[in-house]
């Protein structure tokens, strides 16, 4: 006797098939269509689409394609003839792109399905065969390090402009003194060229991170797929050297999970950023009434809607205020990166605006500054009048040290002598070799020579110093180096 049949135990319904396969609903082709019997809901459609933000590697995505169909032919798992036919329908994708013709549409959540979508139009079902033996994992870390790799090399050239800018300043202005600060209160004299050369040095040690950066940006990760390696023998070095990759990474749930190199250029454009902003914090004090050091030109400052008088420093202060953005942005890919378990994980779609918008926060702010420097108008007279007065006092200080008085000594004494003048109105160049002695007998006529700002500037001809020879000096190698960069020819990108 055969046991009771339950409501339980009856056997699942079979799906309807047709020829086709499983029966389902018509629906837009999504990568991962086969999965899912339920549409995607409009809202999470507009939630997780990227193609606003990620259309920015458009052409590095062409180009890391192409370099995988090559790849996918040596690999026998393309024809010539397939392979041929869709690297032709991709560079038409490419004009499209580029002449504004390509239109994305909404289902195609990012850039790289936009551009296999539109691919398989063009080509027809052999476009498909472009995604065998990659995932969009590894497809988007690609991009990102190409993007990343042309980014950082136009963040260089942006460097060196600004610093060509800050070293023709040094030499145009070579004779002018103004005041160098410590506290914002007047220091001692320096020469003008000195000052925008610590801008160059500070520039000289940016472009160097950027290049350290370009190293670890510079590793393949294609033909790491999902998160364990394609199943295919592709030659990924072959792939590499197609797209100018230095190295191949060597784990690949290292490779499609991580994105600290983001974070390093973050890091490197975030003190970028830092070193441009208290440039610009000393254009905007400079350009004021109460300093008066440098006049602005018309074509980058503006006005006020209320006050007919106003000049105002907007350009410097943008770019002051734009280093936040920068900051920002570092900050965001640390916190999104901070508590992702290996590997891929959709929170990485978040690393691209932050990283779009500070690379092109930093290179305008370069590029701005580098046009706006050498119109400049330096007042020499208001610079050179508050260079002399008190600055001068340590000058007293080394000439007692040099007549035998230790110089804790030596600076007591030179601080009393700043005292009396205050008190009774009196600047030091005022004071005669009799006054001098009555705070130390040390004093001789010779010490009134040390009141002049000639004689402290020419006193500091060492190794970075202002001495005038020695910022010459250094100028001279800023220009030869400068320029034999900028003759260098760029590496080819390798086909």
């Not at 902003?277 to 209320?306: H, N, Q």
């Amino acid at each position: 006797m055969s046991p009771k049949r339950t409501r339980s135990a009856r056997p699942a319904k079979r799906a309807k098939t047709n020829a086709k396969g499983p029966e389902r609903r018509p629906r837009g082709a999504k990568a991962w269509d086969g999965r899912f019997r339920e549409p995607t809901d409009p809202l999470v459609e507009i939630f997780t689409n990227s193609l606003e933000s990620d259309l920015e590697m458009a052409e590095q995505d062409i180009r890391g394609s192409v370099a995988h169909v090559h790849g996918l032919e040596r690999a026998g798992l393309l024809t010539a003839r397939e392979a041929g036919r869709i690297v032709r329908g991709l560079g038409r994708v490419a004009r499209e792109i580029r002449d504004g013709t390509f239109r994305p549409r909404p289902s195609d959540e990012d850039v790289h399905m936009a551009v296999e979508r539109r691919l398989t139009e063009l080509v027809g079902p052999v476009g498909g065969k472009v995604h065998t033996g990659r995932s969009r994992n590894d497809q988007v870390a690609t991009d990102v390090r190409l993007w990343l790799r042309d980014q950082i090399d136009g963040a260089a050239d942006d460097v060196a402009a600004l610093q060509r800018s800050l070293v023709r300043r040094a030499r145009a202005d070579l004779g002018v003194v103004v005041p160098g600060y410590t506290h914002l209160q007047r220091a001692q004299p320096v020469l003008l060229s000195h000052h925008w050369l610590a801008y160059a040095e500070m520039l000289d040690r940016d472009g160097a991170r950027l290049a350290d950066a370009r190293r670890r940006v510079n590793v393949m990760p294609l033909g790491s797929g999902a998160l364990s390696g394609a199943g295919f023998k592709l030659n990924r070095r072959a792939i590499a050297r197609e797209l100018g990759f230095e190295d191949v990474s060597e784990n690949s749930l290292d490779a499609v999970a991580d994105r600290d190199f983001i974070v390093e250029f973050l890091a490197a454009a975030s003190i970028v950023a830092m070193h441009l902003s208290r440039l610009c914090e000393e254009i905007v004090l400079w350009s004021s009434d109460e300093f008066g050091y440098l006049k602005l030109p018309d074509a980058f400052a503006t006005g006020s809607s209320m006050m007919p008088q106003k000049k105002n420093p907007d350009v410097a202060e943008l770019v002051r205020g734009k280093t936040g953005r920068v900051y920002g942005s570092l900050v965001s890919v640390l916190t999104t990166l901070k508590g992702l378990p290996l590997a891929y994980n959709r929170d990485l779609q978040e690393d691209k605006p932050p990283l779009f918008d500070a690379a092109r926060t930093v290179r305008t702010s370069l590029a701005v500054l580098a046009r706006m420097l050498p119109r400049l108008r330096v007042q020499k007279a208001r610079m050179e009048s508050a260079a002399g007065g008190f600055s001068l006092a340590t000058e007293l200080a080394d000439y007692l040290v040099e007549k035998g008085l230790p110089f804790r000594e030596g600076h007591a004494v030179v601080g009393r002598i700043v005292g009396f003048c205050v008190e009774n109105g009196r600047e030091l160049d005022s004071l005669g070799t009799a006054e001098l002695k009555t705070f130390s007998p040390l004093f001789e006529a010779s010490a009134r020579r040390r009141l002049s700002v000639d004689s402290a500037i020419a006193r500091r001809g060492l190794v970075g110093g202002t001495g005038r020879a020695n910022v010459e000096r250094r100028i001279e190698e800023f220009e030869a180096r400068l320029e034999a960069g900028h003759r260098r020819p760029r590496p080819r990108r390798r086909r």
